[in-house]
Structures are given as structure tokens and as C-alpha cells.
T-cell receptor, first 115, second 112 residues
Framework: EAQVTQNPRYLITVTGKKLTVTCSQNMNHEYMSWYRQDPGLGLRQIYYSMNVEVTDKGDVPEGYKVSRKEKRNFPLILESPSPNQTSLYFC??????????????FGEGSWLTVV | KQEVTQIPAALSVPEGENLVLNCSFTDSAIYNLQWFRQDPGKGLTSLLLIQSSQREQTSGRLNASLDKSSGRSTLYIAASQPGDSATYLCAVRPRGYSTLTFGKGTMLLVSP
């Protein structure tokens, strides 16, 4: 079954404690990205990756890091989380970032609370 | 910068009604427009993708249209059912970019 899998799904952490949200897809997709969803602000892109070792900033990259060492995985790293990073995070992937007809698939989301 | 607006923000209808959700975008230079459904606490499920060269796409009771020149898309849901209750999001992919710009969604409630 085609899937985008995120872990953890739910996490409460403290300010400053580094954390990583993992994302894995089993569709051999080249393009992967991270979004955060906040009430009243909608979905905003954090980072995206066109392929292995190619990453770029989205609309709200501050406070986040990513890496793309292999095609299937695209972890989101919060080096020093702060309360304003409390949000619902989504990982997404598609076959290619450069083709008009590709559907984007989303993970189930990761609820992150920073206290 | 591309902006996407969805109207209405919320909609409540009785079961069986046909309904239209609206999406507008400010820059017509897009690769595609995609409609998603989001259930509470869940991820997004893609419903329909319309490429910039297309005018509409259909899937079952859903029909999405695209008028690029006017910066508008509509999602038509025929014979609505309670199971259609969800938030519907539209997103555009601007030409030349690999990002998606989302609207804030329309929350739909279909009552039995």
C-alpha cells in the first residue's frame, strides 16, 4: 500500500530539547516536503526536497532543519524547539516536483506540543 | 506572492443537496490545482488534480473546474452525504516553483 509514514504521531516536549520527526515514503517518490498547519493560518510549507541531497526552504523554515540522505526518508529536525513551534506537522511526497500532473500524498500528521 | 482564498469558510447543508465550494487564486501562472479532503485530526487525502491545461476533472460525485484566466476553481459535490462532512482544501502549485500554496479550507457539515 502506498504510504507516507510519520513518527511520532503525538509528542509533548520541553523547550530546547532537540527532537526529530521522521518521514518515510514507499512510493519511490523524488519530491518530499514538510508543512505545518495552524488555526487561522492554514498549511504552510517549511522545507522541501526535489531529490536526494537537494533541499530548499519553504515559506516558514526558521527553527527547522531537514536532511535527505536517501530517497525514502526526509526527517524534520527541531534543534531547539520553542512554544511557537507547537503545531500539527505533515510530511508529503510526490513522484516529481517538476511535473504538473503529479498528485501529492500526505502523511497522517504529527501533533507536536512544546511546553 | 500567490494567495489562495476559499469561500465559504464553513457550510452546513442537509443530506442530498448539491453544493459548490469556491477557490480563488491571485496568480494565474500555475502548474496545477489540487483539491484535498481533511477529516478531523487526520492527514489530507487528494480528491482531484487539475493541470493548468485542463478545464475540469471528475471523480464519482465530485467535479472540479478550473478557470485559470479568472483565477477560480470550483468543487461541485452532487447528492451530498453525511460522510462528505470534512474540511476541503484547495492548493495551487505556482509555475516554476515546487511549493504548494493552500487556501484555509471550507468546513462542510452534511446533516442527515
Amino acid at each position: 500500500e502506498a504510504q507516507v509514514t510519520q513518527n511520532p504521531r503525538y509528542l509533548i516536549t520541553v523547550t530546547g530539547k532537540k527532537l526529530t520527526v521522521t518521514c518515510s515514503q514507499n512510493m519511490n517518490h523524488e519530491y518530499m516536503s514538510w508543512y505545518r498547519q495552524d488555526p487561522g493560518l492554514g498549511l504552510r510549507q517549511i522545507y522541501y526536497s526535489m531529490n536526494v541531497e537537494v533541499t530548499d526552504k519553504g515559506d516558514v523554515p526558521e527553527g527547522y532543519k531537514v536532511s535527505r540522505k536517501e530517497k525514502r526518508n526526509f526527517p524534520l529536525i527541531l534543534e531547539s524547539p520553542s512554544p511557537n513551534q507547537t503545531s500539527l506537522y505533515f510530511c508529503a511526497s510526490s513522484l516529481s516536483g517538476a511535473t504538473a500532473g503529479n498528485t501529492i500524498y500526505f502523511g497522517e500528521g504529527s501533533w507536536l506540543t512544546v511546553v | 506572492k500567490q494567495e489562495v482564498t476559499q469561500i465559504p469558510a464553513a457550510l452546513s447543508v442537509p443530506e442530498g443537496e448539491n453544493l459548490v465550494l469556491n477557490c480563488s487564486f491571485t496568480d494565474s501562472a500555475i502548474y496545477n490545482l489540487q483539491w484535498f479532503r481533511q477529516d478531523p485530526g487526520k492527514g489530507l487525502t487528494s480528491l482531484l488534480l487539475i493541470q493548468s491545461s485542463q478545464r475540469e476533472q471528475t471523480s464519482g460525485r465530485l467535479n472540479a473546474s478550473l478557470d485559470k484566466s479568472s483565477g477560480r476553481s470550483t468543487l461541485y459535490i452532487a447528492a451530498s452525504q453525511p460522510g462528505d462532512s470534512a474540511t476541503y482544501l484547495c492548493a495551487v502549485r505556482p509555475r516554476g516553483y515546487s511549493t504548494l500554496t493552500f487556501g484555509k479550507g471550507t468546513m462542510l457539515l452534511v446533516s442527515p
